[in-house]
């Protein structure tokens, strides 16, 4: 297996954690805009080495997901902005072309120094 995205939270925006609520996590990069930011969760740059795909591992802190769904436009997201929506409901076809489905519980906290990651 190996790791084709890694990335540590940094910030939470002021109203992202509202997004968990509804099974979503938002993240963008540093230097995301503040009405986006308030948002999002903030996180260093990292760098895409493979494609997003179903069926890989992701990874918030301890706890790994299954990817059920990959929206088309989610890898050049991720890869230019540094930002994906994340949807914990297991949908085996992408709602929206930025989300990425994964199958699992929301997490109920995520906090700065969490590490993201990727995994093929």
Known sequence: MA???QTTITRIGQ???EALGEQMLITFREGAPANIEEFCYI???????GP???GMQFEIGPQRYQVTAVGSV???NLRELGHITLCFDGQNEAKFPGTVHLAG???DDIAPGTILQFID
């Open 3 to 5: 790791v084709i995205y």
């Open 15 to 17: 109203s992202a954690a």
């Open 43 to 49: 996180h260093r740059p990292g760098e895409l080495s």
């Open 52 to 54: 997003l795909l179903k």
């Open 74 to 76: 989610a890898e050049q």
């Open 105 to 107: 519980p929301t997490p």
